[in-house]
């Protein structure tokens, strides 16, 4: 099942909210001042059921100008936008910016809505029509579907759902659910007894509940303590749903539209971007050097300065590198759409892509930045190896094997892995003979997997310190080398994902179970072993009165890790204590007579010859004493 956005755009009083209304069952206005003045000014929500099973979240953006800071973020991670034109009066200039918002922001299916049929003729409608059609000639719209409805009526639905149910299927793209999440916020709020929630649309990757991720550009670590979809409870959400969360240690003040959720140490704050610049053709203004802007991204909206790289002016329809320096720090990903107004009179000139969300300030019209910038505008060597790092995630991929596959040279692998290494891409495992390299996403898809199956692997056998080390592999990085694999248990540890005790992984909250079972098993094991004393007594001979000989097992581990038992011979076993208290009488007769044998071990401890014999063996194994050659005779090691 597709998780779709659907959006509204249009000119305020084209019926947006109440095509959604008729959709959907629901009045996405929530406010008593948009009820009361007839329009949308904040972003609302709702969805519906498409006749195919998918689920359609849809946004209603508002129209008026006033509120087109509300219109650009409710675009992010939109699917398809409905945009909605009045046929009683036809293209207006809201709907003009409203599409320029749409094609900067990279929005390309679509679906034109003519709405309020009823209160035109059928000749009319037609001249509407032509009048689009030669209006949206050359835009990206310009083949896109038009579904003719009234929404008072209801005229014309079933045929616009339908058209929405082909789209959906046939050319929306499902988003990547296993890289990392991301979560621009757009809303927060404060609910009684549950403290902090946020909303937005969440445009990558999975967020589960009780994940850690951190809030930028605050910088405030946040853990998940419940999240809803349309307004159900769910352990986990994907790429391309309406979300609300529910977070700990954060207050909403400390929240504002805007703010991104994603993992710790994915993003980093910044108050300047690199970025490709296109002006509208449509703009009357030309865009010069140091020109005060409003900067609209994701759900951000801040103040910049454009600091223009190669060129002194940018007019209608044409496009440079820019720097923009902001007035307060934002986290944006480099990739991200971006829109820009002016500042006084607040209209739409222009936008584009962010090339660089880190960057150095930089001088104008120098040669090394701007080809620096066109290198990353047009895809460097870095993406070609990030491609291939992620297409091994399975069985991960050396620097050598990079290098033969891209034809670059070992250095300029290197310095590419070092390059997105840096900005947490990937990881890097240096072994003797070559680095291995792991895409981060499928790190963070590897440890969301073992998280769970340790779980349940714990559910299952509570008392094990935890699924062996060698079993994971097998079950689960079949494709990696054993060597490779613990390099990956130990980034996984460093991340706090799994802990290792010996040989075994657990999660790392999980202790072994000691409740009454334990209580009763480790008893008799105990009892059995210090009756027999020196004498020993087989473990496969003991009554476990009536529990399973596999739970039996388990719990004989537990007290063989925690040190209170130590193994002397095959099915045998005893009391530590009890060895320590031999190491102690055999290393002080060694001291009087630098051999001793069997014999002497069986008077020592008032013991069999058959008993006597392993508690040498056990000697040997710690290295108090070693054979001098004859099978009974030891000397000190």
């Given at each position: 099942?597709?998780?779709?956005?659907?959006?509204?755009?249009?000119?305020?009083?084209?019926?947006?909210?109440?095509?959604?209304?008729?959709?959907?069952?629901?009045?996405?206005?929530r406010w008593e001042e948009e009820q009361r003045r007839g329009i949308t000014i904040d972003l609302g929500f709702t969805y519906f059921?498409?006749?195919?099973?998918?689920?359609?979240?849809?946004?209603?953006?508002?129209?008026?100008?006033?509120?087109?800071?509300?219109?650009?973020?409710?675009?992010?991670?939109?699917?398809?936008?409905?945009?909605?034109?009045?046929?009683d009066e036809g293209i207006m200039p809201q709907t003009r910016e409203h599409m320029d918002i749409l094609h900067l922001l990279g929005i390309e299916k679509s679906i034109i809505v003519l709405n309020k049929c009823d209160l035109v003729d059928e000749e009319w409608l037609e001249l509407v029509e032509e009048e689009l059609r030669d209006e949206l000639q050359g835009t990206f719209l310009e083949y896109a579907p038009v579904a003719k409805v009234s929404a008072a009526t209801g005229e014309g639905l079933p045929e616009l759902i339908s058209i929405i149910e082909r789209m959906t299927r046939d050319e929306v793209v499902p988003k990547d659910i296993h890289t990392i999440p991301r979560l621009p916020i757009d809303r927060a709020f404060t609910l009684s007894g549950f403290g902090t929630v946020i909303t937005g649309t969440l445009v990558t990757g999975t967020i589960t509940k009780e994940d850690t991720l951190q809030l930028y550009p605050v910088g405030k670590p946040c853990k998940i303590r419940s999240i809803q979809v349309h307004?159900?409870?769910?352990?986990?959400?994907?790429?391309?749903?309406?979300v609300a969360i529910n977070l700990s240690n954060v207050k909403k003040k400390e929240i504002k539209r805007g703010c991104v959720l994603a993992p710790p140490d994915s993003m980093k704050e910044t108050d300047l971007l690199d970025v490709r610049l296109d002006v509208l053709e449509s703009s009357m203004r030309v865009l010069t050097h140091h020109a005060r802007l409003h900067l609209f991204t994701g759900t951000s909206e801040v103040l910049c300065r454009a600091v223009l790289l190669d060129a002194d002016e940018i007019g209608p329809g044409e496009s440079g590198y820019v720097q923009l320096r902001l007035e307060e720090s934002i986290a944006v990903r480099r990739g991200d759409k971006f829109v820009v107004r002016f500042y006084s009179p607040m209209e739409t000139i222009g936008g584009g892509v962010v090339l660089e969300p880190n960057p150095g300030v930089k001088k104008r019209f120098r040669d090394d930045a701007i080809e620096e910038l066109r290198r990353k505008e047009s895809?460097?060597?870095?993406?070609?190896?990030?491609?291939?790092?992620?297409?091994?995630?399975?069985?991960?991929?050396?620097?050598?094997?990079?290098?033969?596959?891209?034809?670059?040279?070992?250095?300029?692998?290197?310095?590419?892995?070092?390059?997105?290494?840096?900005?947490?891409?990937?990881?890097?495992?240096?072994?003797?003979?070559?680095?291995?390299?792991?895409?981060?996403?499928?790190?963070?898809?590897?440890?969301?997997?073992?998280?769970?199956?340790?779980?349940?692997?714990?559910?299952?056998?509570?008392?094990?310190?935890?699924?062996?080390?060698a079993?994971?592999?097998?079950?689960?990085?079949?494709?990696?080398?054993?060597?490779?694999?613990?390099?990956?248990?130990?980034?996984?540890?460093?991340?706090?994902?799994?802990?290792?005790?010996?040989?075994?992984l657990c999660t790392p909250e999980f202790e072994v179970r000691k409740d009454k079972t334990y209580d009763k098993v480790s008893g008799l094991i105990t009892g059995a072993v210090q009756k027999a004393g020196y004498d020993f007594v087989r473990y496969s001979?003991?009554?476990?009165?009536?529990?399973?000989?596999?739970?039996?097992?388990?719990?004989?581990?537990?007290?063989?890790?925690?040190?209170?038992?130590?193994?002397?011979?095959?099915?045998?076993?005893t009391l530590k204590s009890y060895m320590d208290e031999a190491r102690e009488r055999i290393s002080g007769k060694l001291r009087e007579n630098p051999v001793i044998t069997i014999a002497e071990v069986r008077d020592m401890f008032g013991t069999s010859r058959k008993s006597a014999k392993p508690i040498l063996e056990y000697m040997d194994s710690i290295r108090v004493t070693k054979k001098t050659g004859a099978e009974s005779e030891r000397v000190a090691y």
């Open positions: 099942m597709k998780n779709i956005i659907i959006g509204t755009a249009g000119h305020i009083d084209h019926g947006k909210t109440t095509l959604i209304k008729a959709l959907t069952g629901r009045n996405t206005d059921d498409l006749p195919n099973g998918d689920r359609a979240g849809i946004i209603d953006v508002p129209g008026h100008e006033k509120f087109i800071n509300n219109m650009v973020a409710g675009v992010v991670g939109m699917d398809l936008v409905l945009l909605v034109v009045a046929a307004g159900q409870d769910v352990k986990e959400c994907f790429a391309g749903q309406r895809g460097s060597s870095v993406d070609v190896i990030e491609l291939h790092v992620k297409e091994h995630g399975q069985s991960m991929i050396t620097l050598a094997e990079l290098a033969k596959l891209t034809a670059l040279s070992m250095e300029e692998v290197q310095e590419d892995v070092k390059e997105l290494e840096g900005s947490g891409m990937v990881h890097s495992f240096a072994m003797r003979k070559d680095t291995y390299v792991w895409h981060a996403d499928a790190a963070r898809e590897a440890a969301k997997g073992i998280t769970l199956a340790l779980a349940a692997y714990e559910e299952k056998h509570p008392y094990r310190y935890g699924m062996k080390k079993e994971v592999q097998m079950t689960y990085f079949q494709k990696m080398k054993p060597n490779v694999f613990d390099k990956v248990v130990e980034l996984l540890e460093a991340d706090g994902k799994v802990r290792r005790v010996d040989e075994f001979d003991m009554d476990m009165k009536g529990t399973s000989r596999e739970i039996s097992d388990d719990i004989l581990n537990i007290l063989l890790e925690e040190e209170r038992l130590v193994k002397v011979a095959e099915d045998t076993y």
